[in-house]
DNA sequence: GCCAACGTTGGC
DNA sequence: GCCAACGTTGGC
């Protein structure tokens, strides 16, 4: 089983927002950046761990965990010239964008802050905690998800 | 709202 | 294939 963090601005789309969902999973739609779409496409797989991140807000962290209920298929948006992401250059025939379905399972015990995990040393070597890292899926050390969970 | 970091685009 | 201009991300 591999691991990955996934970030999501919380005015869009928010770990709450997940819980109301129908079967509590939605699409990790919208992604638009080459080395999350190859993960996406090519990595994750049903089973794997999510953490649910939220980014650019007033409490940045790790929110919650999830699962992948389904592994990675065309990103419809792409398709849909009325949407905010939609690519001409990707077509049903040849989509350039992917995306994966993931479930909800829990909400963390509390909010696990970027300070917090920035300054712990175990965690050093994570993408997220790199200075001007902007991915927006990523993978996830299974040490590093351990550890991660120890401090909740 | 600012702006550093960095990915993408496109002219050459 | 280089690289300047531009757009986006995301912490602060």
Request: glycine share 4%.
């Amino acid at each position: 089983m591999n691991y990955w963090l996934m970030k999501s601005e919380p005015n869009e789309f928010s770990i709450d927002d997940l819980i109301n969902m129908p079967e509590q999973t939605e699409h990790w739609d919208g992604v638009r950046n080459y080395q999350a779409r190859n993960m996406m496409r090519d990595q994750m797989k049903t089973g794997d761990q999510v953490f649910f991140y939220h980014s650019n807000c007033k409490d940045i962290g790790i929110v919650g965990i999830a699962e992948v209920v389904r592994e990675g298929y065309p990103d419809h948006l792409a398709f849909e010239p009325e949407d905010p992401h939609y690519d001409p250059k990707s077509d049903p025939d040849n989509p350039r964008w992917f995306m994966v379905d993931i479930r909800f399972i829990r909400k963390t015990k509390r909010t696990i802050g970027l300070q917090e995990l920035k300054q712990d040393s175990a965690l050093a070597d994570m993408p997220l905690v790199r200075k001007g890292n902007r991915l927006s899926v990523m993978p996830v050390s299974e040490q590093a998800w351990k550890h991660i969970l120890s401090l909740e």
